[in-house]
């Protein structure tokens, strides 16, 4: 059974910084992409950053020079770091994870995975 768990969310005033963590676990190959995303009431689930397995890291223009997504592939977690917080930050984030498994020793074809959500609110 694979787990993809986050952690790391709350309350903070506007201008202030969180750390999400996401760690991914189970009987799993390994991880390809990892990401966060996020969906405020009334509105769509939009994707915040994501990084490769390499490292290679894309970012929404909205969260640019504030939040830097990193990895560790060894433990199969992703951080978000959050800096320079807006109310408009406000939302439920969720960490995806593809997730590929042991095939006679080789990787599978990757598994799309999504954590639990963990409420971020930024007061003004």
């Known amino acids: 059974q694979v787990h993809v768990v986050e952690s790391g969310g709350g309350l903070v005033q506007a201008g202030g910084s969180l750390r999400l963590s996401c760690a991914a676990s189970g009987r799993i190959f390994g991880v390809n992409d990892m990401g966060w995303y996020r969906q405020a009431p009334g509105k769509q689930r939009e994707v915040v950053a994501r990084?490769?397995?390499?490292?290679?890291?894309n970012y929404a223009d909205s969260v640019k020079g504030r939040f830097t997504i990193s990895r560790d592939n060894a433990k199969n977690t992703v951080n978000l770091q959050m800096n320079t917080l807006k109310p408009e930050d406000t939302a439920v984030y969720y960490c995806k994870a593809d997730i590929t498994f042991p095939d006679y020793g080789l990787a599978s074809a990757p598994y799309e995975y999504w954590g639990q959500g963990t409420q971020v609110t930024v007061s003004s």
């Open positions: 990084i490769t397995s390499g490292g290679s890291t």
